[in-house]
């Protein structure tokens, strides 16, 4: 197969980085993809840093292995845990993590008060932290970690009643004081409508998904490996979890509006 031609790889703790698949399906359907979600694993956010790094470094060679032109860590928690170490092992590849959008929700006009959801890796580690310091000038700032919300999305429940009071009660302290809300995790977009619900229209809501695939697009293009195939690419979804219900809620996921 022409190097061009190989399948972008894609990876998360599990079924949530769907939602950055899904932008880069968006602006690159011509290219093919291989998915994998490591559901076995899930949740990444609560583990250890040493945990998810050893992780990472495994799925990534898995995708590697199975032929991937380029990987897209499509995992907040695994890119601020692992990116680094990556790029270490693989200085040609493109590689593309995600990190939680504050920058575009920061730099709104105003001074905004922006809420970061993510787990508690991601908002604990230094790359955040860094992230913050950087536009801690331009908004006020503050962290969530929302361990156990991932699972819901896992599970399949995107709007369920008990999501919803998880959600309220999550949210409840700071919705007084906010105007918008960063999802710093990929799982969160599939339950961005029961977000936006609790928070209430005012409050603007930003992922990192369509920067992610569009610099992904862009990596692509500097290493000369897109496709110039015009008809449109395979999607498989591949996941430790390897039943068939999982692969068929991933692809329920994939084309959820
Ligand atoms: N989807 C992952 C992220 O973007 C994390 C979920 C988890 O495994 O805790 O951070």
């Given at each position: 197969?022409?190097?061009?031609?190989?399948?972008?790889?894609?990876?998360?703790?599990?079924?949530?980085?769907?939602?950055?698949?899904?932008?880069?399906?968006?602006?690159?359907?011509?290219?093919?993809?291989?998915?994998?979600?490591?559901?076995?694993?899930?949740?990444?956010?609560?583990?250890?840093?040493?945990?998810?790094?050893?992780?990472?470094?495994?799925?990534?060679?898995?995708?590697?292995?199975?032929?991937?032109?380029?990987?897209?860590?499509?995992?907040?928690?695994?890119?601020?845990?692992?990116?680094?170490?990556?790029?270490?092992?693989?200085?040609?590849?493109?590689?593309?993590?995600?990190?939680?959008?504050?920058?575009?929700?920061?730099?709104?006009?105003?001074?905004?008060?922006?809420?970061?959801m993510?787990?508690?890796?991601?908002?604990?580690?230094?790359?955040?932290?860094?992230?913050?310091?950087?536009?801690?000038?331009?908004?006020?700032?503050?962290?969530?970690?929302?361990?156990?919300?991932?699972?819901?999305?896992?599970?399949?429940?995107?709007?369920?009643?008990?999501?919803?009071?998880?959600?309220?009660?999550?949210?409840?302290?700071?919705?007084?004081?906010?105007?918008?809300?960063v999802l710093g995790?990929?799982?969160y977009p599939?339950?961005?409508?029961?977000?936006?619900?609790?928070?209430?229209?005012?409050?603007?809501?930003?992922d990192?998904?369509?920067?992610?695939?569009?610099?992904?697009?862009?990596?692509?293009?500097?290493?000369?490996?897109?496709?110039?195939?015009?008809?449109?690419?395979?999607?498989?979804?591949?996941?430790?979890?390897?039943?068939?219900?999982?692969?068929?809620?991933?692809?329920?996921?994939?084309?959820?509006?």
């Amino acid at each position: 197969m022409e190097n061009q031609d190989r399948p972008i790889g894609v990876f998360d703790s599990g079924i949530g980085g769907i939602s950055v698949l899904r932008e880069l399906y968006a602006i690159m359907p011509e290219e093919d993809y291989i998915y994998f979600g490591d559901s076995v694993h899930a949740p990444y956010g609560t583990k250890t840093l040493a945990q998810v790094r050893e992780l990472t470094v495994a799925n990534v060679k898995e995708l590697l292995r199975q032929g991937a032109k380029g990987i897209v860590v499509a995992c907040n928690t695994a890119t601020s845990a692992a990116v680094r170490i990556l790029r270490n092992m693989y200085p040609e590849l493109p590689l593309v993590g995600i990190e939680p959008a504050l920058k575009p929700a920061a730099l709104q006009p105003g001074h905004p008060k922006v809420l970061v959801m993510a787990t508690p890796m991601t908002i604990r580690e230094e790359k955040f932290q860094r992230l913050v310091e950087q536009y801690e000038f331009d908004a006020d700032i503050i962290g969530l970690p929302c361990p156990g919300l991932m699972e819901f999305v896992e599970a399949g429940n995107t709007d369920g009643e008990d999501l919803r009071d998880f959600l309220e009660d999550l949210l409840a302290p700071y919705l007084r004081d906010i105007d918008s809300i960063v999802l710093g995790c990929t799982h969160y977009p599939f339950v961005q409508r029961v977000i936006q619900d609790i928070a209430g229209e005012r409050v603007r809501i930003f992922d990192g998904g369509a920067g992610t695939a569009r610099e992904m697009r862009r990596r692509l293009e500097l290493a000369g490996l897109r496709t110039a195939r015009a008809k449109k690419g395979t999607v498989l979804f591949e996941n430790s979890l390897a039943t068939e219900e999982e692969i068929e809620l991933s692809r329920f996921l994939f084309q959820k509006k």
